[in-house]
């Protein structure tokens, strides 16, 4: 037997304002009860960027003892850490905002949620490969794999671009030193690698004499290789020989080391942030974060760092922007930014609206409930009476 279905002939202006109310004051209920929720992995977030925090101080301590003195033109917060324009031991051109927005200790928290994200638990090993143009995020990174129990095994890069660790006697593997020293953070890296195109250092030899001096001063052995594939091959058997067997549940790229993420192809194929799973045609580059993406392990790509501080909220903007130019102030009090809190929907609120919007909808166009409430007023003109289906 065959079911007979009506429906109205049009919807009449009636039943369509009803619906719009009904949206607009779903909007507004929505709005008025959203309240400010914490963020997961809060605690262990506060304490991964008040260890960051520290080890700024103890690098800007360094800094001013060891001289130049800070640049407060191009360093405004004086941290110590943004490095000189160029030195022997500079590499490649820097970038100076992404230098400047780096040094925030909150994004030691934007690491505990992206290593929670990817599954990391305490024990896990997490393979490293850092690089001296960001030495804030490299401790950043160091701090949160420590406050979660997780064994870092690093790999460093010596030199750095513009404005990054490239004080040639204050480079980033001193600084992982220090810091070891004064007991605020307790990894070393395993070995160095020149950094640079490819890996090959600083362009004249005064740079790479000044890199093999660096690597001697901080007892860490110096890879130098031929070639970006055999630069590339060291490192997978440094971390092999480190592992003992183990295997690697993340592996945390800091900056664009072509050795790490495979040429300026491979830096581009992977997201900046967690990436879950491997970019397509990734398996054409050579590189640690290549391979190691191909073999199934989650990868996190630090790059394009003001992109990721705004997306992790470390980066309020202005209505207006200030007379400097800029246009976001960074929230560097280490709880302050959104990676701890922000301000959510409630959901069950938001899941009733919806429900309700779309029942209105099924109601007043897809059956004849609508209809039949309207039609004792003016509805009834403008609506029409029900159209018999089959």
Same mark, same amino acid.
């Given at each position: ?6 429906? &109205? ?10 619906? !719009? ?16 929720? /914490? ?7 506060? !304490? ?5 925090? %520290?080890?700024?101080?103890?690098? $800007? ?5 060891? *001289? &130049? ?15 000189? &324009? @160029?030195?022997?031991? @500079? ?16 994004? =030691?928290?934007?690491?505990?949620? +992206? ?7 305490? #024990? ?10 960001? &030495? ?27 404005? #990054? !660790? ?15 020293? $004064?007991?605020?953070?307790?990894? /070393?890296?395993? !070995? ?11 362009? @004249?030899?005064? *740079? +790479? %004499?000044?890199?093999?001096? #660096?690597?001697? /001063? ?17 490192? /997978? ?28 192809? #491979? ?10 799973? =491997? ?9 640690? +974060?290549p391979q190691l993406a191909k073999e199934g392990i989650p990868c996190i790509h630090l790059v394009n760092i003001v992109n990721l501080a705004a997306r992790y909220g470390l980066l309020q903007p202005l209505e207006t922007p200030s007379e400097e130019g800029d246009e976001f102030i960074q929230l560097r009090e280490v709880g302050t930014a959104g990676v701890f809190q922000g301000i959510d929907y409630r959901k069950p609120v938001v899941a009733f609206v919806l429900a309700t919007i779309l029942f209105a909808l099924w109601g007043f166009i897809r059956t004849d409930i609508g209809f039949r409430l309207l039609r004792g007023g003016a509805a009834r003109k403008a609506a029409g009476p029900p159209e018999p289906m089959v």
């Amino acid at each position: 037997m065959k079911k007979v279905y009506w429906r &109205p002939r049009t919807v009449s202006r009636t039943a369509l304002l009803l619906i !719009a109310m009904l949206s607009v004051a779903g909007l507004v209920i929505s709005e008025f009860t959203k309240t400010e929720q /914490r963020r997961p992995y809060r605690e262990s977030k506060l !304490a991964a960027a008040r260890a960051a925090e %520290e080890a700024f101080e103890i690098i $800007k301590e360094a800094r001013v003892e060891a *001289g &130049p003195p800070i640049d407060s033109d191009h360093d405004p917060s004086e941290t110590g850490i943004i490095g000189l &324009p @160029t030195s022997v031991i @500079t590499s490649v051109h820097g970038v100076l905002p992404a230098k400047q927005v780096s040094v925030n200790p909150n994004f =030691a928290a934007v690491m505990v949620e +992206m290593l929670r994200e990817a599954g990391a638990k305490k #024990g896990d090993v997490v393979a490293l490969g850092l690089s001296g143009s960001f &030495p804030a995020l490299n401790i950043c990174a160091v701090a949160a794999c420590e406050t979660l129990g997780l064994e870092p095994l690093v790999i460093s890069s010596a030199s750095a671009s513009e404005w #990054g !660790a490239n004080v040639p006697h204050l480079m980033w593997i001193d600084m992982e030193r220090i810091l070891n020293e $004064k007991g605020v953070l307790h990894t /070393r890296s395993l !070995a160095v690698s020149p950094g640079g195109q490819e890996d090959e250092g600083p362009a @004249t030899e005064e *740079g +790479m %004499e000044a890199v093999r001096e #660096g690597a001697e /001063r901080n007892g860490l052995k110096l890879i130098e290789e031929d070639s970006l594939e055999d630069h590339v091959k060291a490192r /997978r058997d440094i971390y092999r020989d480190a592992l003992g067997g183990r295997p690697i549940k993340v592996y945390v790229n800091v900056g664009g080391g072509a050795t790490s993420v495979g040429t300026h192809i #491979g830096k581009d194929l992977f997201e900046p942030g967690l990436n879950l799973v =491997a970019p397509p045609r990734v398996d054409r580059l050579p590189g640690v +974060m290549p391979q190691l993406a191909k073999e199934g392990i989650p990868c996190i790509h630090l790059v394009n760092i003001v992109n990721l501080a705004a997306r992790y909220g470390l980066l309020q903007p202005l209505e207006t922007p200030s007379e400097e130019g800029d246009e976001f102030i960074q929230l560097r009090e280490v709880g302050t930014a959104g990676v701890f809190q922000g301000i959510d929907y409630r959901k069950p609120v938001v899941a009733f609206v919806l429900a309700t919007i779309l029942f209105a909808l099924w109601g007043f166009i897809r059956t004849d409930i609508g209809f039949r409430l309207l039609r004792g007023g003016a509805a009834r003109k403008a609506a029409g009476p029900p159209e018999p289906m089959v």
